[in-house]
């Protein structure tokens, strides 16, 4: 079975600054997806970022970027120049990549991210 | 294009009643997901679910819990005879095909409460 693990609780940040939040997870899998979902305090679940295990390259969108290391299972997220709409949870979740049914996602607790005036 | 809809989004049942959440996936979808979160956590996987089959239903509980997506109308998550261990947010995701090659989005959750 697949875990993913969110160790911080929570995290703070001065507007306009960059943040990373950690993300490590365990699996035996070789073909596997990485997300990092927002849920901001309307509780809309959305879609930060998405990685596909067999890149080397990070996937970047915008401010947000990641730091994938594949031997040492973390996936962090980078949010450069923080904004107030920010402030939310924020979830990383894992995929198995194989064919079949397996296409349900596996979340962290989550992190609660303030982003400061 | 109108975004995962779910109804009602907030739902009050006393213990031993029923409950029944619904999912409209996103137009031209036709996978649907339903994941469960309780406070303090993140969201753990229900059901997987396709136009009136059950594809994967392995983190459903075996007893008061049920699912369909029938071929016309929303996707259904019922659960008779609730406790107040059931409260909790459910969230309904759906995505066009395989996730693998798709995102899965999410509609803006039902908040059960369980008195």
């Known amino acids: 079975a697949q875990t993913v693990t969110q160790s911080q609780p929570e995290m703070s940040v001065q507007e306009a600054e960059t943040v990373t939040l950690s993300c490590t997870y365990d699996t035996s899998e070789n073909n596997y997806y990485l997300f990092w979902y927002k849920q901001p305090p309307s509780r809309q679940m959305i879609l930060v970022i998405r990685q596909e295990a067999y890149k080397q390259q990070n996937a970047t969108e915008n401010r947000f970027s990641v730091n994938f290391q594949k031997a040492a299972k973390s996936f962090s997220l980078k949010i450069s120049d923080s904004q107030l709409g920010d402030t939310a949870m924020y979830f990383c979740?894992?995929?198995?990549?194989?064919?079949?049914?397996?296409?349900?996602?596996?979340f962290g607790k989550g992190i609660t991210l303030s982003v400061r005036p | 294009n109108a975004g995962v809809m779910q109804n009602p989004r907030h739902l009050v049942r006393r213990r031993g009643q029923e409950a029944r959440l619904r999912c409209s996936p996103m137009k031209g979808h036709s996978h649907v997901y339903w994941y469960r979160q309780l406070p303090e956590e993140g969201l753990k996987f229900m059901v997987y679910?396709?136009?009136?089959?059950?594809?994967?239903e392995s983190g459903m509980p075996k007893e008061r819990f049920s699912a369909e997506f029938p071929k016309e109308g929303p996707s259904i998550l019922r659960i008779q005879q609730v406790v107040r261990g059931d409260s909790a947010a459910y969230f309904c995701?759906?995505?066009?095909?395989?996730?693998?090659?798709?995102?899965?989005?999410f509609g803006p959750g039902t908040r059960l409460t369980v008195l």
């Open positions: 679910l396709q136009k009136e089959n059950i594809i994967d």
């Open positions: 995701a759906s995505s066009r095909r395989d996730s693998r090659t798709d995102t899965q989005y």
């Open positions: 979740a894992f995929m198995k990549g194989e064919t079949g049914a397996n296409s349900k996602l596996t």
